[in-house]
């Protein structure tokens, strides 16, 4: 029986207020409106920023809320005005949009676009209304998106169709984490053969971004972290050596100098610490370096002596890898299918939604790259 036009209820991981586990609820999902599209959720991953927005934030106008960003799902119907897709196509949400007409979609040089809505927690006030429904209240929809519901609507503009044969269970990481570093080393940093790159923080996207210099052709990718049990895979994904900077009395940035003569060629941050953008900048070589920005932060300044840009360094941030949302999405997946990038190895656990504060524990214990929650009811 077809559900179009209807409410759906279903179950979702509702964070009724910061810093609580999520409960598990019945909710409702209102049919899509001209230019939405309501999505069953197959699969989602839980990302680092996730948990940002539950336990870190000061931000209380984005509660209650679904959080969840990661996913891919199965197109369950589609609102007036939808062109792209219908009914049964395979696809994967994202926090990048791609309108295809605006002037950033239009130039090469910017995956922004001017059509993304206003989403939570960015602007809150001016967010489109939350087509999921608990118990009397609005859900807010977390980047406009929120996989963590069995079904969610979302905007036409902020979704990627995927090849049909794309296992969902699996292709749901390039949402954010697996994109986002391998793009922020390959698009941004633009990594050369041959050359010498340092990898901050050893989470999902930085494995991927490690995963991205190897792509591209780097000869020797030093992964950097305070977690030891991190470095067998950051070696799996192509790393030449692990430092422990704990191991070391002299700072990261000296560390990486001494190791490289000088500085290495690119250096990416994927944690979101100021401190260690600054020691990834200073770890790179005068004249030429590049350090790409891709951990998030919204609170702190980040600081560094003009010297050492004026020296020749460059300092970038990355968002999403780069990519542009609706085609870099659709590319990524057919590497995968192809075998030219990893996605499986990313994922050291699956369990069911039910069970997604378990998986906020071990993402947060240090224990999980990436876990893999999937929707088994309905
Ligand atoms: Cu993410």
Redesign the pocket.
């Known amino acids: 029986m077809s559900t179009a036009g209807k409410v759906i209820k279903c179950k979702a991981a509702v964070a009724w207020e910061p810093n609580k586990p999520l409960v598990i609820e019945e909710i409702e999902v209102d049919p899509p409106q001209p230019n939405e599209v309501r999505v069953k959720i197959v699969a989602t991953g839980l990302?680092r920023?996730d948990l940002y927005y539950l336990y870190d934030t000061d931000n209380t106008k984005i509660f209650p809320m679904v959080l969840g960003?990661?996913g891919a799902g199965i197109v369950e119907s589609v609102g007036p005005k939808v062109t792209e897709f219908q009914p049964g196509d395979k696809v994967i949400p994202l926090i990048i949009s791609q309108c295809r007409e605006c002037r950033f979609c239009k130039s090469p040089k910017t995956n922004q676009c001017e059509n993304a809505w206003d989403i939570v927690p960015h602007n809150v006030e001016k967010a489109p209304v939350s087509k999921l429904n608990c118990k009397g209240k609005k859900l807010l929809q977390f980047m406009g998106i929120s996989t963590f519901s069995e079904y969610s609507v979302i905007n036409q503009n902020a979704l990627a169709k995927i090849d049909p044969a794309a296992p969902l269970d699996k292709v749901c990481l390039l949402g954010?984490?697996v994109c986002t570093g391998f793009g922020a080393a390959v698009n941004d940093a633009k990594v050369e053969p041959g050359s010498t790159c340092a990898v901050f923080g050893l989470g999902a996207v930085g494995l991927a971004a490690i995963m991205g210099c190897k792509y591209a052709g780097a000869k020797r990718i030093i992964a950097v972290d305070v977690n030891a049990n991190k470095f067998k895979k950051a070696e799996e994904f192509g790393a030449t050596d692990c430092v422990n900077p704990k191991d070391h009395s002299k700072t990261i940035s000296q560390v990486l100098l001494e190791m490289t003569n000088g500085g290495v060629d690119y250096s990416l941050e994927c944690v979101g610490n100021v401190e260690l953008m600054r020691h990834a900048l200073e770890s790179c070589l005068q004249g030429w370096g590049v350090s790409v920005i891709v951990g998030w932060t919204d609170k702190h300044d980040v600081s560094v002596r003009p010297a050492q840009l004026i020296a020749g360094r460059t300092w970038k941030g990355s968002v999403f890898g780069g990519f542009k949302g609706k085609d870099g999405v659709a590319e990524m997946v057919r590497a995968y299918l192809d075998h030219k990038v990893k996605i499986d190895e990313f994922i050291t656990h699956n369990l069911p939604l039910d069970r997604i504060n378990e998986a906020i524990e071990l993402l947060q214990a240090g224990k999980s790259i990436r876990t893999v929650l999937s929707f088994t009811s309905q």
């Open positions: 990302c920023t960003h990661e954010c984490g």
